[in-house]
């Protein structure tokens, strides 16, 4: 006789149970999130800005993560002591976190195939541009801040690809003396590329400068007049390159980088399963997931952010905040290997 | 499914001055769950572990599975250490309580297991639906596992135990909750492995069964053993006792006269009646005409 049976590890078996269970509720949050989105979209100064939208794209993508990462935990018997049937998988399961890690694995995958279609098609929904762009961030070489008596603000561009566009948002200084607007030109290789289009004159004013397609080495700001220093703070200057990527590779992506607060609450929860029951298990994947997704510790927020906003993932900056959630969760696997090897028995 | 009958090893499980002990650490007094034991089982025996709640059978079953590191005494099964690679895969251990992943159907359930245990997707789902016809559970379907009665959960665990065709088979309480008709199959069962050469180590609190299939007895209290021996060495008494059948109320009182006169005690003498599991047979049979 055959059961046609696919699924017969902790990987395939975890990974359907948390697609069975997730399905419905990210759906709900899916279509309730763009609903929101359609009748009570804030109304913004500016034509279009797709960035505020991305709450709505975190909600559904929270859901999901919440609802895997809690299934695997639940589905999984080693994840949580005192389960039903806990003996029978810790015999037959001889890796280090007795299929937990399997389970891991699956509930990533699914929550990863869960999330796709919203990092695609939801994000466009919503407003994401179809195309991703490199987004250069420039940290200043020297002191980032320009003002009437000080020298021009420096940036060395180590990837000079063609650029289209200057985005810059500093912050801004009190007036040396009555407030004038602080005019700025841009420079690149020394050549001038022309002035900001529209003076600063308050903290993070975004002013923009489309310029044609070229590659630069240096890019210079110099204070044209003007009383407001401004203080170019990491991100505060960007180059928007030429070339354009699919907005579908870098929903995949998005989606690929929002496993990191599942992984890093699931490694947390099998830690903590070595001791605690279930409820304590579910309240740090609960937890866990809550500080990095809605506290903004970890890369969901800023990743989901930059996804509405066109940034081609693959070279942004969101990698910084991911590699600490990856060591986060690192440390915390191998210490629940370890520590399961010495309480089993 | 062909049941093979294995080169004979001598003994199956070897324990010697076996002890286990809880707690200890702290302020929390240490409770010795089994004492210093010694015990041999040769391969191909059904052996009873008898013994009060908390008299250390399960311990002990947990021990010979590789869950629970003894705190003293070196114990080998079928020649190998319990939590080595080989023996998980030739020793099958059936727990008490309920089934993991109760989210499953049986035949993922038995998927499941047979994936674990290595064996070839084909070879392990030709041997889940022998176990489970075998076993009754063929009608559960797509059932969920946690849906099960308790009856339909032992059956399936005990197919889960064989599945893997394990030359040791630790049973913990097999039959427990089983009606007569799964206690029966679930007994053949285990006595055709045995004939095959699987040695059994099964507790239970059944008295009757035990003394129905079991070759030895293993009594545990307090975690020391208090008795081993087959039964007719642990049962056997000095006197003597006839049953005799198929005689009217005059001679039955004749005979019991004269068992009197010989100085032996009459015990009991009564009209002979069917057996009541003969009785839930029959009435059982006649529901199936019925249905």
């Given at each position: 006789m055959k059961f046609g049976l696919s699924a017969r590890g902790p990987f395939g078996l975890t990974c359907r149970r948390c697609l069975h269970m997730g399905w419905l509720p990210t759906l709900l949050a899916a279509v309730l999130a763009f609903t929101l989105h359609l009748t009570i979209a804030p109304a913004l100064g500016?034509?279009?800005?797709?960035?505020?939208?991305?709450p709505w794209l975190v909600f559904p993508m929270v859901v999901a993560s919440l609802t895997c990462a809690v299934t695997a935990a639940v589905f999984w018997p080693t994840f949580a002591r005192g389960r039903p049937g806990q003996q029978w998988v810790e015999r037959l399961q001889r890796g280090p976190l007795r299929g937990s890690g399997g389970a891991m694995a699956g509930a990533l995958l699914a929550q990863w195939l869960l999330t796709v279609p919203l990092t695609t098609a939801l994000a466009l929904a919503l407003g994401a541009p179809s195309s991703a762009v490199t987004h250069l961030q420039l940290q200043p070489e020297g002191q980032p801040v320009l003002a009437a008596d000080r020298p021009p603000v420096s940036f060395t561009i180590r990837d000079p690809q063609p650029f289209t566009e200057l985005r810059l948002r500093p912050l801004a200084g009190l007036p040396t003396s009555s407030l004038v607007p602080t005019i700025v030109e841009v420079f690149a290789d020394g050549e001038s590329l022309g002035t900001m289009p529209a003076p600063f004159a308050e903290t993070r004013q975004l002013v923009r400068l489309p310029f044609s397609s070229r590659s630069m080495h240096r890019l210079e700001l110099v204070h044209k007049a003007g009383t407001v220093p401004l203080v170019f703070v990491p991100g505060a200057v960007t180059l928007r390159a030429a070339t354009a990527h699919w907005s579908l590779s870098n929903g995949l992506l998005a989606a690929l980088l929002a496993l990191l607060p599942s992984f890093v609450a699931m490694a947390l929860a099998s830690w903590c399963g070595l001791l605690a029951g279930l409820p304590t298990v579910i309240a740090v994947v609960a937890s866990g997931l809550f500080v990095q997704t809605i506290v903004g510790l970890g890369p969901f927020e800023p990743t989901m952010l930059a996804l509405m906003r066109g940034h081609w993932l693959a070279t942004s900056a969101v990698f910084q905040p991911c590699a600490a959630s990856l060591t986060v969760g690192s440390m915390a696997m191998i210490l629940a290997m370890l520590l399961r090897r010495r309480v089993r028995r | 499914m062909q049941v093979y009958h294995r080169?004979?090893?001598?003994?199956a499980i070897s324990v010697k001055q076996l002890a286990v002990t809880f707690g200890g650490r702290g302020n929390q007094a240490a409770v010795a769950a089994l004492l210093p034991l010694d015990l041999d089982v040769p391969t191909g025996r059904i052996v009873g572990l008898l013994g009060p709640?908390?008299?250390g059978k399960t311990t002990l079953l947990r021990v010979l599975a590789g869950l629970q590191r003894p705190t003293a005494g070196a114990v080998t099964v079928l020649g190998d250490e319990p939590d080595s690679a080989a023996a998980q895969r030739r020793v099958a251990f059936q727990p008490e309580g309920a089934l993991p992943l109760g989210v499953l159907s049986a035949p993922e359930f038995l998927a499941y297991i047979g994936a674990e245990l290595g064996l070839p997707n084909p070879e392990s789902d030709a041997r889940a639906a022998h176990w489970l016809d075998r076993l009754d559970l063929?009608?559960?379907?797509?059932?969920?596992?946690?849906?099960?009665?308790t009856g339909m959960q032992k059956r399936l665990a005990l197919a889960a135990a064989l599945l893997g065709d394990p030359e040791l088979l630790l049973l913990d309480e097999p039959t427990a909750g089983l009606d007569p008709f799964g206690s029966e199959v679930v007994t053949t069962i285990l006595r055709e492995r045995a004939a095959a050469g699987t040695t059994v180590l099964m507790a239970s609190h059944h008295l009757l069964e035990v003394e129905e299939i079991c070759d030895e007895v293993l009594v545990l209290q307090n975690g020391a053993v208090r008795a081993r021996g087959t039964l007719s060495e642990l049962l056997a008494t000095d006197s003597h006792a006839m049953v005799v059948r198929g005689l009217d109320a005059t001679a039955m009182a004749g005979l019991a006269d004269d068992a009197r006169a010989r100085g032996g005690e009459v015990v009991r003498i009564e009209r002979p009646r069917e057996h009541l599991f003969a009785l839930f047979r029959r009435l059982a049979a006649r529901g199936r005409e019925g249905s």
């Amino acid at each position: 006789m055959k059961f046609g049976l696919s699924a017969r590890g902790p990987f395939g078996l975890t990974c359907r149970r948390c697609l069975h269970m997730g399905w419905l509720p990210t759906l709900l949050a899916a279509v309730l999130a763009f609903t929101l989105h359609l009748t009570i979209a804030p109304a913004l100064g500016e034509q279009h800005a797709p960035g505020a939208a991305s709450p709505w794209l975190v909600f559904p993508m929270v859901v999901a993560s919440l609802t895997c990462a809690v299934t695997a935990a639940v589905f999984w018997p080693t994840f949580a002591r005192g389960r039903p049937g806990q003996q029978w998988v810790e015999r037959l399961q001889r890796g280090p976190l007795r299929g937990s890690g399997g389970a891991m694995a699956g509930a990533l995958l699914a929550q990863w195939l869960l999330t796709v279609p919203l990092t695609t098609a939801l994000a466009l929904a919503l407003g994401a541009p179809s195309s991703a762009v490199t987004h250069l961030q420039l940290q200043p070489e020297g002191q980032p801040v320009l003002a009437a008596d000080r020298p021009p603000v420096s940036f060395t561009i180590r990837d000079p690809q063609p650029f289209t566009e200057l985005r810059l948002r500093p912050l801004a200084g009190l007036p040396t003396s009555s407030l004038v607007p602080t005019i700025v030109e841009v420079f690149a290789d020394g050549e001038s590329l022309g002035t900001m289009p529209a003076p600063f004159a308050e903290t993070r004013q975004l002013v923009r400068l489309p310029f044609s397609s070229r590659s630069m080495h240096r890019l210079e700001l110099v204070h044209k007049a003007g009383t407001v220093p401004l203080v170019f703070v990491p991100g505060a200057v960007t180059l928007r390159a030429a070339t354009a990527h699919w907005s579908l590779s870098n929903g995949l992506l998005a989606a690929l980088l929002a496993l990191l607060p599942s992984f890093v609450a699931m490694a947390l929860a099998s830690w903590c399963g070595l001791l605690a029951g279930l409820p304590t298990v579910i309240a740090v994947v609960a937890s866990g997931l809550f500080v990095q997704t809605i506290v903004g510790l970890g890369p969901f927020e800023p990743t989901m952010l930059a996804l509405m906003r066109g940034h081609w993932l693959a070279t942004s900056a969101v990698f910084q905040p991911c590699a600490a959630s990856l060591t986060v969760g690192s440390m915390a696997m191998i210490l629940a290997m370890l520590l399961r090897r010495r309480v089993r028995r | 499914m062909q049941v093979y009958h294995r080169a004979r090893m001598t003994t199956a499980i070897s324990v010697k001055q076996l002890a286990v002990t809880f707690g200890g650490r702290g302020n929390q007094a240490a409770v010795a769950a089994l004492l210093p034991l010694d015990l041999d089982v040769p391969t191909g025996r059904i052996v009873g572990l008898l013994g009060p709640n908390g008299s250390g059978k399960t311990t002990l079953l947990r021990v010979l599975a590789g869950l629970q590191r003894p705190t003293a005494g070196a114990v080998t099964v079928l020649g190998d250490e319990p939590d080595s690679a080989a023996a998980q895969r030739r020793v099958a251990f059936q727990p008490e309580g309920a089934l993991p992943l109760g989210v499953l159907s049986a035949p993922e359930f038995l998927a499941y297991i047979g994936a674990e245990l290595g064996l070839p997707n084909p070879e392990s789902d030709a041997r889940a639906a022998h176990w489970l016809d075998r076993l009754d559970l063929r009608h559960a379907g797509r059932r969920w596992v946690r849906t099960f009665s308790t009856g339909m959960q032992k059956r399936l665990a005990l197919a889960a135990a064989l599945l893997g065709d394990p030359e040791l088979l630790l049973l913990d309480e097999p039959t427990a909750g089983l009606d007569p008709f799964g206690s029966e199959v679930v007994t053949t069962i285990l006595r055709e492995r045995a004939a095959a050469g699987t040695t059994v180590l099964m507790a239970s609190h059944h008295l009757l069964e035990v003394e129905e299939i079991c070759d030895e007895v293993l009594v545990l209290q307090n975690g020391a053993v208090r008795a081993r021996g087959t039964l007719s060495e642990l049962l056997a008494t000095d006197s003597h006792a006839m049953v005799v059948r198929g005689l009217d109320a005059t001679a039955m009182a004749g005979l019991a006269d004269d068992a009197r006169a010989r100085g032996g005690e009459v015990v009991r003498i009564e009209r002979p009646r069917e057996h009541l599991f003969a009785l839930f047979r029959r009435l059982a049979a006649r529901g199936r005409e019925g249905s």
